[in-house]
C-alpha cells in the first residue's frame, strides 16, 4: 500500500520547495516504512523509515543521527518535521508532512499489520543470507 503526501522541503534562506512523498508499507516488512520523495522533474535518495518511530514522531521528537521526527506547528496545522542526513557526504535537508496525512497513512499500515504483532523470522534471514 502506498500514499502520496504533500512534501515541503526547507531551504537555507527560510522558503521552502513543494514535493511530494510517497509512503510505501509491505506486510513483508511488517516494521519498515519507504518513503521517496520527489519534484516533477527530480526524485530524491529513497528513505526507509522505522514504522514505530514514524509513529511517535507525530507526538514527540524521537531519533538522533541520519534521521529525526519530531511534532511541529505550522499555519497551516500541525506537520511532521522530518530531518534527514547523509552521513556519507555531510548534506542533510529538513522536510515538512501533513501530520494528518502520515496518521491517516500510519492508521492504514495498523489495518494490515497491528503495532505489536509484526513478526521477523530471523532464523529465516540467517539462514538466506549465509546461503550466499
Known amino acids: 500500500m502506498s500514499a502520496l503526501i504533500a512534501v515541503r522541503l526547507h531551504t537555507a534562506d527560510g522558503g521552502g ?8 508499507y509491505d506486510r513483508t516488512d511488517p516494521f519498515a516504512v519507504s518513503a521517496q ?7 530524491l535518495p529513497h528513505w526507509c523509515f522505522d514504522r514505530q518511530m514514524l509513529a511517535e514522531g507525530l507526538h514527540h521528537p524521537v531519533g538522533e543521527g541520519d534521521v529525526t521526527f519530531r511534532p511541529h506547528r505550522t499555519e497551516g496545522g ?3 518535521r522530518i530531518g534527514l542526513r547523509d552521513s556519507a557526504d555531510g548534506t542533510s535537508a529538513v522536510l515538512m508532512v501533513d501530520a494528518p496525512a502520515v496518521a491517516g497513512f500510519l492508521d492504514e499500515t495498523y489495518a494490515v499489520a497491528a503495532p505489536g504483532s509484526e513478526f ?3 532464523d529465516a534471514f540467517l539462514a538466506e543470507l549465509l546461503s550466499r
Do not use: I, K, N, Y
Not at 520523495?37 to 526524485?43: A, I, K, L, N
Open 17 to 24: 520547495v513543494p514535493l511530494l512523498g510517497r509512503f510505501s
Open 37 to 43: 520523495f520527489f519534484t516533477e522533474h527530480t526524485v
Open 78 to 80: 500541525e506537520a511532521l
Open 120 to 122: 521477523f523470522d530471523a
